[in-house]
């Protein structure tokens, strides 16, 4: 028998305010006079959702922002109740939906142990034995009995944790916790995470935008779309159509963002654009084949010595490569007018994702900038992967042997 | 009504931890501490004293000062329990928002807090009856199931209000004026014998008189507040015809309201 099963959930929640006064009656009187109610928009925060989990599976919820994954936890929690169909749990829940619910800035470290103990009601017998445990784990021996608003915000999420972990549930619920405190904390907190899954058999669901956490955790996950279940099944499977989609979120949002450049105006930069092996023009490419990428600018004032360099960078700026033409490309002397520059790319390393393109000129002796821009086009690289390289950014041309 | 107690007894360590954290919280930094809890009814007796020297109030042969005292004992305990309890669930959003439990502990946690209280009031009262050399008789055992009264009278209007209050925030606004309002409506300014002897003995209100005291003892506290003064500082068993038309009208309300909060709780957390 299932420990948790969700049967054709929806939950609406109405837009806006909530209605005044003088509406309710307003509405009661057009229910009784027979008349059309007056009525709010709903949004469907989940949408006839129904899956079953079995004991001792881990589960992992992903989602974009407004999918739905929060809403569904509280429901699972008795938080919430859905609008329609119907949820049964078999077991106790842990819910870890924000740890340091009921922290208490008054009360002192230890105060807040018991109470929070209370709030998710494990015995007070219970916290008495485990306390030292709580405070052990928590790192916070020295300030325990110090109020709670004197700690610094990681303290109090060190403590939180330590305290909400320390119950002993059926049911674990996490939402994005795993995310506290500073990295060595965070390792704790995932190893101890991993020793109530793994040793405890415990059943857990698990929040996270962290997606690694949930191909590593989980044994099964469920993407959540706008309130239904996109896909449900194998982690690696449904974190890759996840991020294939987020891929593409990302890359239609920032190709309206603005490019950074700076230049002397001696130069201007008309187009960049891909071709591929075959030489027909592209806008994506594709991973571990040739392509070519072309620079179209247009000289303003005769240039001596030039040199030209691009790069790739990650959406967040993280440079990856650089690659100047200096000694490839000798240019004593650029005239006024157009030129086209190619650079060519053997079986292009980057896995797929999408990445970004820097472009820089320098000219002169001294190697003056005349030219820099980043973010200057968005592209995405498809293509498919052997298992052996599934993360990071690039992959190596290794071999294993024994 | 049943699963009510078997609530309170599953969940009476987090009431317990939650009214131990309301008290601890509410009296940290005063210097003077818990004393502020019983601060409230001294000034009201000190007050109500001064006005009855100006204005004549028949009290018969108990002292004034300690007769309204024992009125205010059980008054501001329904007040602020009443009052307390009809915020308790809006000022515990956050929890609302993360845990559940059954959302009736938060009102009767602020009642429980309000019963500590009470106890600090209590040995005042005693002190007082030391000063005037009075002893209660064995008709105080009677104070337990009098207090317990209050309790569900309190309890019924917090669960109703603290509902109605996630979705309407005049209700912690329109309390304390009704209450305020209600105190002179109860025999805690004036004995409820002043009352009876009005209506009753002379009929003041002409062929109305009947009616409209038992209009008067519907309001629940004219019949607490009149039992407890007369179990405690006049030796006489609680009069029962002040007591039961209230009692009969908060028995009826008391399911409603709680029926009614139970229903609301499920919106709570989408709403508060």
Redesign the interface.
Known sequence: MPIIEVNHVTKEYQLGHITSLKENVANAYRRMAGKPLHKRDDFKALDDVSFSIEQGEVVGIIGHNGAGKSTLLKHLANISKPTKGNIIVRGSVAPLIEVGAGVNPELTGRENIFLNGAILGIPKKIIQQKLDEIIEFSELEQFIDTPVKRYSSGMTVKLGFSIATSMEADILIVDEVLAVGDLAFQRKCFDRMEVLIKRQGKTVLLVSHNIRQIQRLCNRAILLDHGRINMEGNPQAVCDSFYEQNDRKIKTNIDHAQTRTVGSGEIELVEIYFSDHTGQMVESLLYNQNCSIHFKIRVLQALEEVTFGFGFHATDFLYLTTHNSEEQLNINCLPHGDHEIICNVNRLPLLPGIYSIRFGITAGQAARTIFFGESLKHFQVVGDIPITIREGFFALDAHWMQ | MITVFKNLYQYR??I???T??NI??RY?QAYLGILWAVLKPIMLMLIFTLVRSFVGIETGRIPYPILTFAALLPWVFFQESASEGVSSVTSNA????????PREVFPITAMVTKIVELGISFFILAGMMIYYKMMPSLYALWVPAIILYTMIVALTISFFGAAINV??RDMSQALPIALSLLMYGSPVMYPLSLVYQKLIVEQAAGHWSNDLYTLYTLNPLAGIIDSFQRVMLKGLPPDFEALYPGLVLTLVILPLSYVFFKRAE??F???I
């Open positions: 360590e987090l317990a931890a939650l131990w954290k601890v919280l940290k956050s929890l609302i928002k993360k845990i559940y439990f979705y309407y499920n919106w957390a989408d709403v």
